[in-house]
């Protein structure tokens, strides 16, 4: 029985290939042209001509003797079905479709086309790159099963998948102009109606050739399958960085419209991704830039902090690579302990990070770089310097040696960067051999690499820990309240089920409809509200500090409201809280599953537009993290003499929402906890606006199944 990796290991790295539609003169034929050259063997498959490139053609893929590693198909999306369709009869590893014409179109005939094609594959646990897409090529093998241009491309252990093909061409460019990186398998996904994301990660996980794993996403369709495959690679020692496509409301729409993918926040996907450890990228060359640096790394460098230290021997670009730092959030310490070194060594400068070390520090390079190199607030250095093939001088070479040098001796990350694009080939040649040492495509990119160096190697020890155990919450047996948001629990039914998951809640009084009113058991002055209307303050449906002898008066407003508004008339009588701050905390189910949100609450979150994020569950750090996000905010620290917020009791608040929304991912549509009230004692919750899915979300598309031949 063979696993859905070896199955997509089979028809990405073949021994013998199968080109079905191909003809002399074709357009396609020069992308195709390189696999000619490379270790396989090659059937040429078209019943309508004689030959190919001189090569005798067969009618169809069952006239070829024994197995067939891997199909290549360029024909029409109506024959291309039937040829998977044969193809699902035979001993083959898998095909690669480059015709349009599926589910992309919209239309019936396409969504027919695309199941046809997806029902054969999976009856025979076949995996079907495509169909929509470029194919794909195998850079050290030679191998290209590609309509793309045939860019240039140098070996190495950087694999790319994209579900954008003009995009995979920006990746590959970007690759071939940073003389570092080179590339194993770049693959073009297509509509994936076989072989998803989740698919090629968990291959490339496995896979001895890459080192690193670039995407470009526009949707991940099982996104589960998808970060298990992924916790695997970074587990593996893989870093991975994502293009986010589909950013904006009108990117949106264009993406349905070319791959049929219909796309979520990209703020989720950015805050699944970080959480996880993989980065984040705007462009192709950022992708390039922040994989390039720890590929280029050997695993002993990989450091989890990241305090930098900046050596130039210009002013100017010791101001710029500090503020570019900062931008990228990777610390630079002051080092004022070499304050005073530095002065004696080199005249005139007062700074020791960054240090413009100027011509005069240069006859002092090697005691500079022991000095920084062994600090122990430094975790890696930097050296900002011309080194184009222009520099090349009698100096340049051992003055670059020596750094190299002592990148080995101390067992530090040393970074280095031309003052603009690559190295010159003198420089290449003295770094190419030392895993010490990465080079940055300028640098800022060097300081991309460095700060996604650092999450991934932060983000790999905690996937050690323990898996967090997710316990199933059960549905309130309330009925709902229809609201224009959604099917919503009764408020006191979202109280108690914040109260039964340890959220504390602030005590509550309900007054039903034609009651007589009753005092609550608490002292006022209090809060009158509607209870069963999702936004009060719309309708005027809250009053703030109603006394003792009020309160019948509120509560008839508040039915008189309910009356003239068709709203629920149950009215909820809270005390007035003495607060000294308010929280937010939202679960939303998401595309990719339940993410917790977290904020300064009340009116101040649409106010501020600023909140972070988790993917439920996660560990009580995370949440420390999340509160950490907002450090800023002195609010939570202690403000104009108040006292700082419990942040430890936050967290573990913030903690429990995380295993309630992993638990009941059946049946939740969102929850807010707006506000929660932060008092002198603690946290309580005063409202909860609940939603409940009606009907439950789909469950995720099947994936491709093992093999059952071999």
């Known amino acids: 029985m063979t696993s859905q990796s070896e199955a997509l290991g089979r028809l990405l790295n073949p021994r013998n290939v199968a080109v079905v539609g191909l003809r002399d003169g074709a357009p396609l034929m020069k992308s195709f042209l390189p696999t000619l050259k490379a270790d396989v063997t090659i059937h040429f498959v078209n019943p309508k001509h004689d030959t190919v490139l001189g090569h005798p053609t067969l009618r169809s893929l069952s006239d070829i003797e024994g197995p067939v ?247 100017g670009y010791a101001s710029m690579a500090m503020d570019i730092a900062l931008d990228e959030q990777i610390e630079v310490p002051a080092l004022e302990h070499l304050r005073g070194w530095v002065e ?65 001796k101390f067992g530090k990350p040393f970074l280095l960067s031309n003052c603009s694009g690559a190295l010159g080939n003198w420089a290449q040649q ?66 108690e089920l914040l109260r039964s998951q340890g959220i504390p809640v602030a005590p509550y009084h309900l007054v039903p409809v034609d009651a007589c009113i009753t005092a609550p058991a608490f002292s006022g002055p209090y809060v009158v509200k509607l209870a069963d209307v999702g936004h009060r303050t719309e309708h005027g449906a809250v009053e703030l500090g109603v006394g003792p002898n009020e309160l019948s008066a509120a509560v008839a407003r508040m039915r008189e409201i309910a009356e003239n508004a068709a709203l629920p008339g149950l009215v909820a009588v809270q005390p007035m809280l003495k607060a000294r701050g308010e929280a937010f905390i939202g679960v939303q189910v998401t595309e990719l599953g339940p993410m917790v949100v977290f904020g300064i609450g009340g009116v101040m979150v649409e106010v501020l537009k600023r909140v972070g994020g988790r993917m439920a569950p996660f560990s009580l750090p995370e949440a420390e993290e999340l509160i950490a996000e907002f450090e800023d905010a002195r609010l939570m620290h202690g403000f104009r003499g108040q006292p700082p917020w419990h942040l430890d009791q936050l967290a573990q608040l913030i903690k429990r929402v995380g295993d309630f929304a992993a638990g009941s991912t059946a049946w939740l549509g969102s929850l807010d906890i707006n506000p929660l009230v932060v008092t002198d004692h603690g946290f309580a919750a005063v409202d909860a606006l609940c939603l409940v899915q009606e009907p439950p979300l789909a469950t995720e598309t099947a994936p491709l199944p093992e093999r059952t031949h071999a």
Not at 378 to 405: C, N, R, T, W
Not at 434 to 463: I, P
Request: with cysteine.
């Open 69 to 315: 590693d891997a199909v290549y198909c360029v024909t029409s999306a109506a024959i291309a079905v039937g040829v998977v369709e044969e193809a699902a009869a035979l001993d083959v590893g898998g095909v690669v479709l480059v015709s349009s014409g599926y589910a992309e179109m919209g239309d019936e005939a396409g969504i027919g086309l695309q199941g046809r094609l997806r029902t054969a594959a999976l009856s025979a646990g076949m995996p079907v790159i495509g169909p929509n897409g470029l194919g794909y090529s195998n850079v050290p093998k030679g191998i290209s099963l590609t309509i793309a241009a045939d860019h240039k491309r140098r070996p190495g252990g950087l694999s790319v998948v994209s579900q954008s093909g003009a995009l995979l061409s920006g990746v590959v460019m970007a690759a071939w102009d940073r003389p570092q990186v080179g590339l194993n398998v770049v693959i073009s996904a297509g509509n994936e109606a076989v072989t998803d994301l989740a698919d090629y990660v968990d291959y490339l996980a496995q896979d001895p050739h890459t080192t690193a794993i670039g995407l470009v996403i526009e949707k991940i369709r099982r996104p589960e399958a998808f970060f298990a495959a992924a916790r695997r690679a970074i587990r593996a020692g893989k870093p991975i960085v994502a293009l986010k496509l589909a950013r904006s409301p009108r990117t949106q729409e264009m993406a349905a419209s070319h791959t049929g993918a219909l796309t979520g926040d990209a703020w989720v996907y950015d805050v699944a991704f970080r959480q996880l450890g993989i980065g984040v990228a705007r462009d192709p060359e950022e992708l390039i830039d922040r994989l390039a640096v720890i590929d280029q790394l050997g695993e002993k460098y990989h450091a989890a902090e990241s305090n930098l230290a900046i050596i130039t021997s210009t002013g």
């Open 344 to 408: 004696d060594l080199i005249p005139g400068v007062h700074v020791p990070n960054p240090l413009d070390a100027t011509p005069m520090g240069m006859p002092h390079w090697d005691e500079i770089l022991e000095r920084y190199a062994t600090s122990e607030e430094v975790d890696a250095l930097m050296h900002i310097h011309p080194m184009a093939d222009e520099d090349e001088s009698p100096y340049s070479g051992p003055f670059l040696q020596k750094y190299v040098d002592a990148a080995e």
């Open 430 to 495: 003295i770094t190419a051999g030392s895993d010490a040492v990465a080079v940055g495509h300028g640098t800022r990119a060097a300081l991309r690499g460095l700060q996604t160096m650092r999450e991934f190697s932060r983000r790999r020890a905690r996937l050690d820990a323990a898996e967090i155990e997710v316990v199933s919450v059960a549905r309130p047996g309330a009925g709902t309240i229809a609201t224009p948001e959604g099917a919503m629990l009764p408020f006191a039914a979202g109280m």
